[in-house]
């Protein structure tokens, strides 16, 4: 079946280290994959997206590559900022139903001052 | 705009009860859908509603309904009522084009005793 399997947290780092969330999937097709944010008190924003295969997406300084050999979409940005402390879900739809998205269990990081 | 506003916030019920929650979307978005979040299983869909038919629909047994109306608000209602169901229960409206990104509620946390 389709899953999304996605590194547990919570991270913690200091104000400008290197982020890297690991996010692996299992799907049949040709999955679209996404990337969610949900900061404190707030509801789930989505944060960057990508398509097909290859494709990178982006947003606020983070990055993510779909890798359909590892088929995986790592999240990274180069420098994180307190601001960033979230809780980070990956997930996927199918046959390009967007709402129907399978998601991953959510990698808590917390960024320190 | 306004986003997408779930009422109520948070609610007490017992087991064998029945709950309904409302849901509604984004001014001009005639797609919701509904997911339940738990610590255990994180989100997993529910269903979805556009012009007020279902156009998707989730593993869930037949205790968990929903409806959407003419203005696109959407209800989704549980009945006899499990402590496995609480969890936070999470409304997205959408636009109707299939990359149509996902707008979320900040969610009706129900907890059953």
């Known amino acids: 079946g389709n899953s999304v399997t996605q590194m547990e947290g919570p991270v913690t780092l200091s104000e400008e280290a290197f982020l890297t969330i690991n996010c692996t999937y299992t799907?049949?097709?040709?999955?679209?994959l996404f990337w969610y944010v949900q900061y404190p008190g707030e509801g789930l924003q989505l944060l960057l997206k990508?398509?097909?295969a290859d494709d990178k997406g982006s947003n606020k300084g983070f990055e993510a590559t779909y890798r359909k050999e590892t088929t995986s979409f790592h999240l990274e940005k180069g420098s994180v900022q307190v601001s960033d402390s979230a809780v980070y879900f990956c997930?996927?739809?199918?046959?390009?139903?967007?709402?129907?998205?399978?998601w991953g269990l959510g990698t808590s990081l917390a960024v320190n001052p | 705009k306004a986003g997408v506003t779930q009422t109520p916030r948070y609610l007490i019920k017992t087991r064998g009860q029945q709950v309904t929650l409302s849901c509604s979307p984004i001014?001009?978005?005639?797609?919701v859908s509904w997911y339940q979040q738990t610590p255990g299983q994180g989100l997993q869909f529910l269903f979805e509603?556009?012009?007020?038919?279902?156009?998707n629909k989730g593993n869930f047994p037949g205790r968990f309904s929903g409806r959407q109306f003419s203005n696109s608000r959407s209800e989704m209602n549980v009945s006899t009522l499990e402590l496995g169901d609480s969890a936070l229960y999470l409304c997205?409206?959408?636009?109707?084009?299939?990359?149509?990104?996902?707008?979320f509620g900040e969610g009706s946390r129900l907890t059953v005793l």
């Open positions: 997930a996927l739809s199918i046959a390009g139903n967007n709402r129907k998205l399978i």
């Open positions: 997205a409206s959408s636009s109707n084009s299939g990359a149509g990104e996902l707008f």
């Open positions: 990508a398509t097909k």
């Open positions: 001014s001009g978005h005639r797609s």
């Open positions: 799907a049949t097709g040709y999955p679209s």
């Open positions: 509603y556009f012009s007020e038919t279902q156009r």
